[in-house]
């Protein structure tokens, strides 16, 4: 077998290729709102209020698209790899965003105008949703579906009778691996923010920012 069929069939980047799929036509939208907001000369051709005002108006299409890519592409590789275990692919889903959000900054370095900085809690930088947070993502999202599915092929689930409504019924059942899975992912955060980096999204960018040279 060729080595470009070997990639092709390579299971990790079919799941990462349907993934990308997923979130391709809400960034395409919003990089065609983005190039209409940022047409050469428009204001020279409307003015320049009109276009501070249609920059306004399509601005968010792209923020709500574009700067969220990385949260897209996660939720479809937990999707897609969660159908390629034969595992509840909804709650792959679900679990692997709500990873990437339990390692990523809930908090942001603002920068004053009188000087100095300030640092907000409970705020997520938006940067790390989109491509800067990507690495992490996808990192994060395979770890996350893997323990997902590794712990309901383990039957660490709890068995309802089949009286009760199979939507109750799978959220029982996917009660144990959910929380495993979200439980490591808080462990590494904990343990992140005990290193000179404080969390994982900084310490893999510093890597690469060391690769480039």
Known sequence: MKFGEKLSRNKILQ???DAFMLAFPLTIFGSITLIIANFPFLAQTIGESAAASLNAMLGPASTATMSFATV???LGIGYYFSCDRKV?????AAIAPAAFGLVTPMETVFELETGGSVVVGNVLDINRLGAKGMFVGMIGAFLASWLYSWTTKK???IKMPDTVPPA???SFSALIPVCFTLSVFLLIRI???FTPWGNIHDFFYEIVQGVQG
């Open 155 to 157: 039957n660490w689930t």
């Open 88 to 92: 509840d692919p909804i709650f792959g």
């Open 191 to 193: 343990v992140f923010q």
């Open 72 to 74: 897209f592409t996660v």
């Open 15 to 17: 799941i990462l290729r």
């Open 168 to 170: 109750v019924s799978k």
